[in-house]
């Protein structure tokens, strides 16, 4: 079976049933492992984003418990309470 430009085709006419099923089965094969592929390489990437956005969401709340932290501390400390007993 001769390919040209991806295809194949015979030099002796049609291409049997069976033969027309083996070359249908072998194309399917190639798209359902492009599309393995594809979805492997697009569950890694929404993976990474998902870890991303939790560590992201975690930065921020620890930022913003600092800074809570930090104004209360300052406040305290204005007002001459002892926060260590």
């Known amino acids: ?7 194949f085709y015979s ?3 049609r291409y049997s049933p069976y033969v027309s099923m ?8 190639e798209i359902r ?3 393995e592929s594809d979805a492997s390489v697009l569950g890694g990437a929404l993976s990474s ?13 620890a930022q ?6 930090n104004a209360a501390a300052s406040a305290a400390q204005k007002s001459g309470v002892n926060l260590v007993t």
Do not use: E, T, V, Y
Not at 51 to 61: D, K, P, S, T, V
């Open 49 to 61: 984003a998902s870890q991303n956005l939790a560590q992201g969401l975690g930065i921020l709340a």
């Open 11 to 13: 030099a002796f006419g």
């Open 64 to 69: 913003a418990a600092l800074k809570r932290i």
């Open 33 to 35: 492992q492009q599309a």
């Open 1 to 7: 079976m001769p390919m040209i430009n991806g295809r």
């Open 22 to 29: 083996q070359i249908q089965r072998m194309h399917l094969a």
